[in-house]
């Protein structure tokens, strides 16, 4: 790559109209950019300002004075967008008014041009005092670079600082690593953000920096194969968003990715994320290799030499066997002095298992020479690769270390090839917390406390790793995933019939959640198609424990005490079937004497009557545990008209409470009830609810609130318009652009009603804008299953037409029509 040269032009135009110009024709050179485009930057920088001081010193009588440049700029990497960090050092001879004279002739032009200037003015001594005292600063000036001005000055300053530096590194390393630590809790991990912040998270450009600074203490150094690359890419970046943006950010949000992406030349924003996550993981590697070596050498040097005395300055650390040619030492898991890695096909994943059961990380030597001489293991693997692997998988937290070791040096993509194709792939979905590899990891890691819940705990890690490699693929991930899972659990060394189970995990992985939550569990054709898919009780156990770990390891959205129990209730109904018994058909639900009350009174006084009742369940196993909620359950009697779905939807929404299950049917009234009323019948709605936040409305608000809404008094979409606009105001809103709404109707989805599915963006009203257009399509509302993960809800409809039976096929799929358009 060849380097930009930027002369200055004649001292004419050596101002800073000149220096601006200059700039600009700079950033606007497509044909340079990265290292070049920024050490071409900082050079044409230095040289309007080496002009600008050596002018001002002139002027200002100033001898014995230097202008420094500290932190990027100090490195010569300047981004278009990029503050400028300077130090004006003097030798402490020079009067304070000829001093603060030269600083404002530089300072006021840099002002001028609009740029960020983070300045100071001190002796070398006081430079030394504020870096004594400040780590922040003490780390900026390991960066000092002589600008203009008296070089000597300069010089001694930096000879002086590292100095320090190196003799308090025992003080100043700790400091700098709880300072790491705390960044990374507040910022997060870069490498799997959706918008992150390309300096801050962790794995960001700071965490370079400070892997500089531990390297410049002479105590310790980062792994360096693949770390330059990996801060230059994040650089690259940064310069990218900072011209599509023309703003000084380094949070790369979702509405500029797709900019970012072309300014770089990549194909789109899912190749830029991968990019910035791979460049991220090398430098989250690299620091937690050289943290762990610090905190080594720290503990050796915390020996009292009296102790070394005893001990003898050549005693050798002491090795603890762990597995066949792997032991322990130092606190890490090394090979054993016999080993032969280029013989022992097994010793990796070996290795791997001893390491994560002992809770110990793996030696960075040991994994780079299992990386460099290790063979492909031949297929079938061999009997003790396969219970080595599953071995890894189930030790719980300790396996993600472990594995982002092996991944690191590239030894899991040589045991499964198609890791490759999910290796720090992004998941735009923000219900998930990780990209789709560290989604594995983290699924067998929740899978490895259910183990004790299924009778083949190696099936479950392995379909747990597995399950979602189809993302990496085109199509239907589970339809794809199977395939892959076939042919991974052949290579692995199962048999066929634990390789079918392994494929059926994977196939339905999403089953059990996706009913439960979308589907009428009373409909015998819901419990069949179930039972029909899993096929076997083993099977059925799998796939639960699989289901809880999946969405343990989506994210917060993903599970709750509600989902695991309509997960459950559906678990004992398939499994009910599975042992030879038949799905009993619904028959029309005896009313409770509390919806048996409240019909006598709605068709008593012709308006709507309500009641809000909490529900709670038992979660878990140990006695004395306090019940968790699983919503409120509303229950609402009101005389049957039209318009019922969408005004209890308004109106619930209008509180912020939020819809889980709906179920609507007509009351079957007491014989006296003889239509003699004001009405010829009641509709009973039983629903879940829960507040989005804060507490509950009291009833007879949202009663009040019912019978405006159902009188035409009160205007719910006005109301909900304006809520919509506030939400649509939200900073974590603006720009992400929301995929359209899909209405279709589920193939054989119940015998007894049409089922209409709805995948939208989810926003206040929502609910109330798909009842009207139901309403409007002349369609009854059975029941409704409701779901939402992060933004987008995906919602079920059980509909017939008014003759009470399923639509024909065209009707239907002319509804879903109409709802599809009312959305949009």
Not at 205 to 215: G, I, Q
Not at 340 to 348: F, I, S
Not at 350 to 370: D, E, F, M, W, Y
Not at 792 to 819: H, K, M, Q, R, S
Request: proline residues 6%; glycine residues 8%.
């Amino acid at each position: 790559m060849t380097s930009v040269e930027v002369t200055t032009e004649p001292s004419d135009d050596s101002g800073p109209s000149g220096y601006a110009a200059a700039r600009l024709r700079l950033l606007q050179e497509k044909a340079q950019s990265g290292p070049p485009r920024r050490s071409g930057l900082a050079r044409l920088t230095d040289d309007w300002l080496d002009a600008l001081f050596t002018t001002a010193a002139a002027e200002a009588g100033v001898r014995g004075a230097a202008l420094v440049a500290v932190g990027g700029y100090g490195r010569g990497e300047l981004s278009p967008r990029s503050d400028l960090d300077l130090l004006l050092l003097h030798d402490g001879r020079a009067e304070k008014g000829a001093l603060a004279a030269l600083a404002d002739r530089v300072w006021y032009p840099v002002w001028d041009l609009g740029i960020d200037l983070d300045h100071s003015v001190r002796t070398p001594a006081e430079a030394r005092k504020t870096a004594g005292e400040d780590l922040k600063v003490h780390l900026g000036l390991l960066d000092a670079r002589h600008v203009a001005g008296d070089l000597g000055v300069t010089a001694g300053l930096r000879t002086a600082v590292l100095a320090d530096w190196r003799n308090l590194a025992p003080k100043r390393l700790p400091e700098l690593h709880e300072l790491c630590q705390e960044r990374a809790v507040r910022q997060g991990e870069l490498q799997y953000l959706l918008e992150p912040d390309l300096k801050e998270a962790r794995g960001g450009l700071r965490d370079a920096t400070a892997l500089r600074a531990v390297a410049a203490s002479w105590l310790a150094d980062a792994p360096r194969e693949g770390l330059d690359a990996a801060r230059r890419r994040l650089l690259d970046v940064r310069d990218a968003l900072h011209l599509t943006t023309g703003r000084a950010t380094d949070r790369l949000a979702l509405q500029e990715q797709d900019q970012v992406a072309t300014e770089l030349g990549l194909l789109d924003a899912d190749t830029l994320l991968r990019e910035v996550y791979e460049a991220a993981r090398t430098i989250s590697y690299a620091s937690d290799v050289t943290w762990r070596e610090v905190n080594r050498v720290l503990r050796a040097r915390s020996v009292r030499p009296r102790l070394r005395a005893m001990l003898g300055s050549k005693t050798a650390p002491e090795r603890t066997p762990l597995a066949e040619g792997v032991v322990e030492q130092d606190g890490e898991v090394v090979l054993a002095r016999t080993a032969r890695p280029e013989r022992d096909a097994v010793l990796p994943l070996r290795a791997a298992a001893a390491a994560a059961q002992s809770g110990l990380p793996v030696s960075l030597h040991a994994v780079r020479r299992l990386a460099a001489v290790a063979r492909p293991l031949p297929v079938p693997w061999p009997a003790e690769a396969r219970e080595e692997l599953v071995t890894l998988l189930g030790a719980g937290e300790a396996t993600v270390g472990v594995w982002e070791a092996l991944e690191a040096e590239g030894l899991i993509t040589l045991l499964l090839p198609d890791w490759e194709r999910v290796r720090c792939r992004p998941q735009r979905n923000p219900v998930h917390t990780w990209t789709v590899d560290r989604h594995l990891v983290e699924t067998a890691v929740q899978a490895s406390a259910l183990t004790r819940r299924v009778h083949r705990p190696d099936l479950l890690l392995i379909a747990a790793l597995l399950h979602d490699f189809g993302k990496g693929w085109p199509g239907d991930h589970s339809v794809a995933g199977e395939i892959i899972a076939r042919d991974i659990a052949a290579r692995i060394g199962f048999d066929r019939a634990d390789v079918g189970v392994i494929a059926t995990l994977v196939r339905h992985h999403l089953l059990l959640i996706e009913t439960a939550t979308r589907r009428d569990l009373d409909d015998p054709a819901t419990i069949r198609a179930v039972a029909d898919a899993v096929g076997a009780t083993g099977t059925l156990e799998l796939l639960h424990a699989l289901t809880e770990a999946d969405a343990l390891a989506t994210g917060p959205a993903a599970w709750s005490t509600w989902r695991a129990s309509l997960v459950t209730d559906l678990v004992k109904r398939v499994a009910a079937v599975l042992a030879g018994e038949e799905p009993a058909a619904p028959e029309p639900a005896a009313p409770s004497a509390e919806q048996e009350r409240l019909a006598i009174e709605a068709f008593r006084t012709g308006g709507p009557v309500l009641s809000l009742r909490a529900q709670t369940e038992a979660h878990g196993e140990a006695a004395g545990e306090e019940p968790e909620p699983l919503g409120v359950e509303l229950l609402i009697a009101v005389p049957d008209q039209p318009g019922v779905l969408p005004a209890v939807a308004g109106v619930l929404a209008m509180h912020r409470l939020t819809v889980r299950t709906a179920e609507l049917r007509a009351a079957e009234l007491p014989d006296w009830a003889d239509g003699s009323g004001a009405h010829s019948g009641v509709l009973l709605l039983d629903w879940r609810v829960a507040a989005e936040y804060g507490s509950l409305p009291q009833a007879t608000r949202l009663r009040a609130d019912l019978v405006r809404a159902l009188d035409g008094s009160l205007d719910i979409p006005s109301r909900l318009a304006e809520r919509e606009r506030a939400y649509e105001k939200n900073p974590r809103r603006r720009g992400a652009q929301a995929p359209p709404p899909r209405v279709t109707v589920a193939p054989a989805g119940s015998r007894l009603a049409t089922v209409i599915e709805v995948r939208a963006q989810d926003a206040p009203g929502l609910l109330h804008r798909i009842g009207h257009a139901l309403e409007a399509a002349k369609v009854r509302v059975r029941s409704a299953h409701i779901s939402t993960l992060g933004a987008n809800a995906v919602d079920a409809f059980y509909v017939t037409g008014p003759d009470g039976a399923p639509l024909p096929e065209i009707e239907a799929a002319e509804v879903a029509g109409v709802l599809e358009g009312a959305l949009r």
